[in-house]
């Protein structure tokens, strides 16, 4: 079991090195397109499906709570908590739809669709992408090794890896980076007289 816990770790490091460094110029582009939208006072809104759910969900926390320092409340949506919502479309419609009614019901131009999957080719997400772009979103995606999503939306960032706790893993590593930067961006302040 050591060996197998030691091989976890060291692909865990590769995988997530790799990542960063063949994602690194659209990790800043993704943080800057995020302090942009939120200075602007719009907001974004973060979805996927199971792990990836909860990952949405952890990013908003991050965002409307706070990551490193005190400052604002920045304003960012999981569409994964409104069980009413999910259940009344997935009843009524079809589960592909759950976010995407709700990206229409709830997106304005200026606002960010940040989609979260693993394969890159979850239906619900995918239609919610596209949705957003309809409607005037710019979209994010976090994907594994792009699939359909890396093919649609504005900018993604994609893991070369086809396990998917791994891919799960670089996800919430790679939103902590986007958060730690767009802090930085929105409260230069804060990080000086922090000593961040």
Request: one cysteine or more; proline letters at 2%.
């Amino acid at each position: 079991m050591k060996d197998i816990i030691l091989d976890i770790l060291d692909s865990g490091i590769e995988i997530k090195r790799r990542c960063i460094e063949s994602n690194i110029d659209n990790i800043i582009t993704a943080a800057r397109m995020l302090a942009s939208c939120m200075a602007s006072g719009n907001k974004v809104f973060i979805f996927g499906n199971g792990g990836s759910a909860a990952d949405a969900q952890h990013l908003a926390a991050e965002l409307v709570n706070r990551f490193q320092i005190e400052r604002p409340p920045l304003a960012a949506i999981a569409l994964t908590t409104d069980t009413s919502i999910l259940t009344s479309i997935g009843n009524d419609y079809h589960f592909d739809e759950i976010f995407s009614k709700q990206i229409h019901a709830l997106g304005k131009k200026g606002d960010i669709a940040w989609g979260i999957s693993t394969s890159g080719n979850s239906p619900n997400v995918l239609k919610a992408v596209i949705a957003a772009q309809k409607t005037g979103l710019t979209t994010i995606a976090l994907t594994g090794r792009s699939g359909k999503l890396g093919d649609c939306a504005d900018l993604v960032l994609s893991v070369e890896s086809d396990i998917t706790a791994r891919i799960q893993e670089t996800h919430i590593m790679l939103g902590h980076i986007v958060c730690d930067l767009l802090e930085r961006q929105l409260y230069p302040e804060e990080f000086n007289n922090n000593g961040i």
